[in-house]
Protein backbone atom coordinates (compact mmCIF):
# COMPACT_ATOMS: atom_id res chain seq x y z
CA UNK A 1 0.00 0.00 0.00
CA UNK A 2 1.63 3.10 -0.86
CA UNK A 3 -1.15 5.43 0.86
CA UNK A 4 0.99 7.04 4.54
CA UNK A 5 -2.18 9.64 5.28
CA UNK A 6 -5.45 9.58 4.85
CA UNK A 7 -8.23 12.37 6.29
CA UNK A 8 -11.59 11.84 5.91
CA UNK A 9 -13.99 14.09 6.99
CA UNK A 10 -12.00 15.96 9.25
CA UNK A 11 -13.82 19.05 11.49
CA UNK A 12 -12.11 20.72 14.21
CA UNK A 13 -13.77 23.48 16.62
CA UNK A 14 -12.61 25.74 19.21
CA UNK A 15 -15.43 25.81 21.44
CA UNK A 16 -18.56 26.36 19.64
CA UNK A 17 -16.67 27.44 16.68
CA UNK A 18 -15.93 25.14 13.47
CA UNK A 19 -12.36 26.04 12.17
CA UNK A 20 -12.33 22.90 9.62
CA UNK A 21 -15.02 21.88 8.48
CA UNK A 22 -14.90 18.22 6.73
CA UNK A 23 -11.63 18.01 4.75
CA UNK A 24 -10.40 15.25 3.34
CA UNK A 25 -7.04 14.58 1.86
CA UNK A 26 -4.31 11.66 1.45
CA UNK A 27 -0.41 11.67 1.47
CA UNK A 28 1.32 8.95 -0.45
CA UNK A 29 4.63 7.61 0.44
CA UNK A 30 6.56 9.70 -2.27
CA UNK A 31 4.64 12.78 -1.78
CA UNK A 32 4.94 16.23 -0.77
CA UNK A 33 1.77 17.73 -0.38
CA UNK A 34 0.97 21.50 0.81
CA UNK A 35 -1.75 23.25 1.98
CA UNK A 36 -2.45 26.66 1.12
CA UNK A 37 -4.84 29.38 2.05
CA UNK A 38 -5.24 32.78 4.01
CA UNK A 39 -5.04 33.52 7.18
CA UNK A 40 -7.36 31.72 9.18
CA UNK A 41 -8.30 29.52 6.58
CA UNK A 42 -7.36 26.37 9.06
CA UNK A 43 -4.21 25.03 8.01
CA UNK A 44 -2.25 25.45 11.13
CA UNK A 45 -5.33 23.91 12.80
CA UNK A 46 -5.59 20.42 10.31
CA UNK A 47 -2.05 19.55 10.85
CA UNK A 48 -2.13 20.08 14.88
CA UNK A 49 -5.48 17.91 14.12
CA UNK A 50 -3.39 15.28 12.63
CA UNK A 51 -0.16 15.01 14.78
CA UNK A 52 -3.11 14.90 17.90
CA UNK A 53 -2.81 18.50 19.43
CA UNK A 54 -5.94 19.19 18.84
CA UNK A 55 -8.96 16.99 19.00
CA UNK A 56 -10.91 15.75 16.30
CA UNK A 57 -14.71 16.81 16.55
CA UNK A 58 -15.73 14.10 13.82
CA UNK A 59 -13.78 12.79 10.67
CA UNK A 60 -10.89 10.24 10.70
CA UNK A 61 -7.60 10.23 10.36
CA UNK A 62 -5.78 7.06 9.27
CA UNK A 63 -1.61 7.21 8.84
CA UNK A 64 0.67 3.44 8.07
CA UNK A 65 -3.07 2.25 7.68
CA UNK A 66 -3.61 2.15 11.12
CA UNK A 67 -6.95 4.20 12.59
CA UNK A 68 -5.03 7.02 14.99
CA UNK A 69 -8.13 9.48 15.50
CA UNK A 70 -8.20 9.82 18.96
CA UNK A 71 -4.10 8.19 19.49
CA UNK A 72 -2.08 10.90 21.84
CA UNK A 73 0.57 13.17 20.19
CA UNK A 74 2.96 11.32 21.93
CA UNK A 75 2.04 7.81 19.83
CA UNK A 76 2.14 8.99 16.72
CA UNK A 77 5.82 10.40 16.94
CA UNK A 78 6.42 7.26 17.84
CA UNK A 79 5.08 6.10 14.63
CA UNK A 80 7.38 8.66 13.22
CA UNK A 81 4.99 11.71 12.34
CA UNK A 82 7.18 14.50 13.38
CA UNK A 83 5.71 18.31 13.31
CA UNK A 84 7.64 20.89 12.67
CA UNK A 85 5.07 24.10 14.29
CA UNK A 86 4.91 27.67 12.93
CA UNK A 87 7.31 29.69 14.80
CA UNK A 88 9.76 26.80 15.44
CA UNK A 89 9.88 26.37 19.13
CA UNK A 90 13.18 25.22 19.64
CA UNK A 91 14.48 25.33 23.54
CA UNK A 92 16.34 28.23 23.93
CA UNK A 93 18.65 27.74 27.47
CA UNK A 94 19.66 24.28 25.25
CA UNK A 95 22.28 24.08 23.07
CA UNK A 96 21.65 23.16 19.50
CA UNK A 97 23.30 20.16 20.19
CA UNK A 98 20.88 18.68 22.92
CA UNK A 99 17.99 20.47 21.20
CA UNK A 100 19.17 18.15 17.69
CA UNK A 101 19.56 15.14 20.33
CA UNK A 102 16.21 15.29 21.93
CA UNK A 103 14.63 14.96 18.31
CA UNK A 104 15.89 11.04 18.79
CA UNK A 105 14.34 10.64 22.47
CA UNK A 106 12.02 7.81 21.10
CA UNK A 107 15.27 5.86 19.75
CA UNK A 108 17.12 3.83 21.38
CA UNK A 109 19.95 3.12 18.32
CA UNK A 110 22.92 4.68 19.90
CA UNK A 111 25.53 4.19 16.88
CA UNK A 112 22.83 5.43 14.57
CA UNK A 113 21.51 8.65 16.57
CA UNK A 114 25.21 9.62 16.53
CA UNK A 115 25.46 9.26 12.63
CA UNK A 116 22.30 10.58 12.18
CA UNK A 117 23.51 13.56 14.19
CA UNK A 118 26.33 13.78 11.69
CA UNK A 119 24.23 13.55 8.98
CA UNK A 120 22.79 16.64 10.34
CA UNK A 121 25.64 18.45 10.64
CA UNK A 122 26.63 17.74 7.16
CA UNK A 123 23.36 18.81 6.06
CA UNK A 124 23.23 22.25 7.82
CA UNK A 125 27.15 22.66 8.59
CA UNK A 126 26.24 25.92 10.48
CA UNK A 127 24.79 24.23 13.07
CA UNK A 128 28.26 22.16 13.55
CA UNK A 129 29.97 25.17 14.14
CA UNK A 130 27.50 26.29 16.90
CA UNK A 131 26.77 23.23 18.35
CA UNK A 132 27.52 24.39 21.72
CA UNK A 133 25.73 27.55 20.95
CA UNK A 134 22.63 28.04 23.23
CA UNK A 135 19.73 28.05 20.73
CA UNK A 136 17.90 31.23 21.72
CA UNK A 137 20.91 33.02 20.22
CA UNK A 138 20.60 31.72 16.75
CA UNK A 139 18.73 33.78 14.15
CA UNK A 140 15.03 32.98 12.94
CA UNK A 141 17.00 30.62 9.87
CA UNK A 142 19.18 29.26 11.53
CA UNK A 143 16.27 28.34 14.61
CA UNK A 144 14.12 26.69 11.34
CA UNK A 145 16.63 24.86 10.39
CA UNK A 146 17.33 23.56 13.84
CA UNK A 147 13.76 22.79 14.08
CA UNK A 148 13.84 20.76 10.98
CA UNK A 149 17.08 18.71 11.82
CA UNK A 150 15.38 17.96 15.64
CA UNK A 151 12.48 16.15 13.82
CA UNK A 152 14.54 14.89 11.03
CA UNK A 153 16.31 12.99 14.13
CA UNK A 154 13.07 10.83 14.94
CA UNK A 155 13.60 9.63 11.26
CA UNK A 156 9.90 10.64 10.31
CA UNK A 157 7.94 8.57 8.26
CA UNK A 158 5.96 11.97 7.36
CA UNK A 159 7.52 15.43 8.16
CA UNK A 160 4.99 18.30 9.13
CA UNK A 161 5.87 21.31 8.35
CA UNK A 162 3.98 24.82 9.18
CA UNK A 163 5.49 27.66 7.41
CA UNK A 164 8.80 26.50 7.29
CA UNK A 165 10.20 30.32 5.30
CA UNK A 166 7.93 32.74 7.37
CA UNK A 167 9.75 35.91 9.09
CA UNK A 168 12.95 34.65 6.83
CA UNK A 169 15.04 36.94 4.52
CA UNK A 170 15.26 35.45 1.30
CA UNK A 171 19.04 34.51 1.89
CA UNK A 172 17.28 32.13 4.62
CA UNK A 173 14.25 31.28 2.24
CA UNK A 174 16.49 30.19 0.16
CA UNK A 175 18.62 27.75 2.72
CA UNK A 176 15.48 26.18 3.64
CA UNK A 177 14.36 25.45 -0.24
CA UNK A 178 17.92 23.73 -0.41
CA UNK A 179 16.66 21.85 2.69
CA UNK A 180 13.40 21.13 1.57
CA UNK A 181 15.02 19.78 -1.53
CA UNK A 182 17.22 17.59 0.44
CA UNK A 183 14.84 15.92 1.99
CA UNK A 184 12.37 15.32 -0.93
CA UNK A 185 15.74 13.32 -2.65
CA UNK A 186 15.90 11.36 1.02
CA UNK A 187 12.15 10.39 -0.03
CA UNK A 188 10.81 11.74 3.38
CA UNK A 189 6.89 12.68 2.08
CA UNK A 190 6.67 16.09 3.78
CA UNK A 191 3.21 17.88 4.47
CA UNK A 192 4.33 21.78 4.00
CA UNK A 193 1.70 24.35 4.95
CA UNK A 194 3.23 27.60 2.82
CA UNK A 195 1.52 31.08 2.08
CA UNK A 196 4.54 32.61 0.58
CA UNK A 197 7.07 31.09 -1.33
CA UNK A 198 5.90 29.51 -4.58
CA UNK A 199 9.21 27.79 -5.36
CA UNK A 200 8.57 25.81 -1.89
CA UNK A 201 4.24 25.04 -2.67
CA UNK A 202 6.06 23.98 -6.59
CA UNK A 203 7.51 20.96 -5.15
CA UNK A 204 4.53 19.37 -3.65
CA UNK A 205 3.16 16.98 -6.38
CA UNK A 206 -0.74 18.16 -4.51
CA UNK A 207 -1.75 21.53 -3.41
CA UNK A 208 -5.17 21.35 -1.75
CA UNK A 209 -5.94 24.81 -1.57
CA UNK A 210 -8.09 25.92 1.80
CA UNK A 211 -10.86 28.68 2.53
CA UNK A 212 -12.71 29.48 5.57
CA UNK A 213 -11.90 25.84 6.91
CA UNK A 214 -12.95 23.71 3.47
CA UNK A 215 -10.66 23.05 0.81
CA UNK A 216 -11.75 24.68 -2.40
CA UNK A 217 -9.69 23.26 -4.83
CA UNK A 218 -6.70 20.74 -5.67
CA UNK A 219 -3.58 21.46 -7.96
CA UNK A 220 -0.61 20.42 -9.13
CA UNK A 221 2.38 21.54 -7.01
CA UNK A 222 4.24 22.70 -10.54
CA UNK A 223 0.86 24.96 -11.49
CA UNK A 224 0.78 27.52 -8.30
CA UNK A 225 2.66 30.31 -10.04
CA UNK A 226 2.69 33.54 -7.95
CA UNK A 227 -0.33 35.02 -10.00
CA UNK A 228 -2.15 31.82 -9.00
CA UNK A 229 -1.15 32.02 -5.48
CA UNK A 230 -2.51 35.87 -5.06
CA UNK A 231 -5.78 35.35 -7.13
CA UNK A 232 -6.63 32.87 -5.04
CA UNK A 233 -5.94 34.87 -1.76
CA UNK A 234 -7.91 37.38 -3.01
CA UNK A 235 -11.09 36.04 -4.72
P1 LIG B 1 -2.53 31.53 9.45
O1 LIG B 1 -2.03 31.50 8.06
O2 LIG B 1 -2.92 32.91 9.89
O3 LIG B 1 -1.68 30.79 10.42
P2 LIG B 1 -4.35 29.27 9.32
O4 LIG B 1 -4.88 28.94 7.97
O5 LIG B 1 -3.24 28.42 9.83
O6 LIG B 1 -3.98 30.79 9.39
P3 LIG B 1 -5.72 28.57 11.72
O7 LIG B 1 -4.65 29.11 12.62
O8 LIG B 1 -5.85 27.13 11.59
O9 LIG B 1 -5.58 29.22 10.29
O10 LIG B 1 -7.10 29.20 12.21
C1 LIG B 1 -8.35 28.81 11.65
C2 LIG B 1 -9.46 29.54 12.39
O11 LIG B 1 -9.51 29.11 13.75
C3 LIG B 1 -9.29 31.05 12.45
O12 LIG B 1 -10.56 31.63 12.31
C4 LIG B 1 -8.74 31.30 13.82
O13 LIG B 1 -9.10 32.58 14.29
C5 LIG B 1 -9.36 30.20 14.64
N1 LIG B 1 -8.49 29.80 15.75
C6 LIG B 1 -7.21 29.36 15.65
N2 LIG B 1 -6.71 29.06 16.87
C7 LIG B 1 -7.70 29.31 17.76
C8 LIG B 1 -7.82 29.20 19.17
N3 LIG B 1 -6.81 28.74 19.92
N4 LIG B 1 -9.00 29.55 19.74
C9 LIG B 1 -10.04 30.00 18.99
N5 LIG B 1 -9.99 30.12 17.65
C10 LIG B 1 -8.85 29.79 17.05
Do not use: W
Not at 19 to 27: D, F, M, P, R, T
Not at 150 to 171: C, H, N, Q
Amino acid sequence: MNQLLEVSGLCVAYGGIEAVKGISLSIDKDEIVSLIGSNGAGKTTTLRAISGLLPCKSGKVSFQGKDITTLAPDARVRMRLAHVPEGRHVFPGLTIEENIKLGSYTRYDRKAIADDIEDMYQLFPILKERRKQQAGTMSGGEQQMLAIARAMMSRPELLILDEPTMGLSPKMIEVVLDTLREIRSRKTPILLVEQNTVEAIQMATRVYALRVGEIVSVLAGESVTEEVLKDFYLS
